[in-house]
């Protein structure tokens, strides 16, 4: 099955510093990569997501890139805020069952 | 906008005892999982629904675990007995039908404990 390794697991920042969470992923045949936001105690949130056909999306200062040669994806967050404090996590999606393989969450605290 | 709905937010209860919780997902969304989050850990798929018919359900503890979708709505998940180690976050999402390349949503959760 597929195998998600997500790094670091915590990461601070200063406030209006760039944050990047890096994942690797094991299934060549997984095609879509969705990153969710999970603030203590919520649910997870979806915050951008990929295809394997694109290498990169942007949303305002959030962007995703991937690279399916090396089978990695990476999140990066810019000018970050103290709202973005929260636990990151990426999952990669695959098998005909569709399923979501998480990775193990980045604590990202952004400090003012 | 359509959120998944999850009941309760909470449940506390000893070890042994049965707890049951109720997962109502997103209108239109065939596809429904529940998922079980330790503290700082990510979610881990228990069993997986398209409609009424279980996809997936090789990572659900069944001594103890049961998960219906009887009309192909709304689910539950049950645990008869809880043990203390069942202590989570229990997580319900939705999608669309498999053949649609669309992300899952969540719902807000039922936090367990066994004492």
């Known amino acids: 099955g597929e195998n998600v390794e997500q790094h670091p697991s915590t990461l601070s920042v200063q406030e209006g510093d760039s944050a990047v969470i890096k994942c690797t992923y094991s299934?060549?045949?997984?095609?879509?990569f969705p990153w969710y936001k999970q603030e203590l105690g919520k649910r997870p949130q979806l915050i951008i997501d990929i295809r394997s056909n694109v290498g990169e999306k942007k949303d305002q200062r959030i962007a995703v890139t991937l690279n399916k040669t090396a089978k990695h994806f990476s999140l990066h967050i810019t000018e970050t805020q103290p709202e973005d404090s929260a636990v990151y996590f990426c999952a990669a999606l695959s098998g005909s069952a569709r399923q979501l393989t998480f990775g193990s969450g980045t604590q990202l605290t952004v400090l003012p | 906008e359509a959120e998944v709905a999850q009941s309760p937010r909470y449940k506390i209860t000893e070890k042994s005892q049965a707890v049951a919780f109720w997962c109502d997902p997103i209108s239109g969304h065939a596809t429904l999982y529940w998922y079980r989050q330790i503290l700082g850990q990510g979610p881990e798929l228990l069993v997986q629904?398209?409609?009424?018919?279980?996809?997936?359900d090789s990572q659900l503890p069944k001594d103890r675990f049961s998960a219906e979708r009887l009309k192909g709505v709304d689910s539950t998940l049950k645990i008869q007995p809880a043990e203390l180690g069942d202590s989570a976050m229990y997580l319900c999402?939705?999608?669309?039908?498999?053949?649609?390349?669309?992300?899952?949503?969540f719902g807000p959760g039922t936090r367990l404990l066994v004492l």
């Open positions: 299934d060549s045949a997984s095609n879509y």
């Open positions: 629904f398209q409609d009424e018919s279980v996809v997936d």
């Open positions: 999402a939705s999608s669309p039908p498999l053949d649609r390349l669309e992300t899952q949503y």
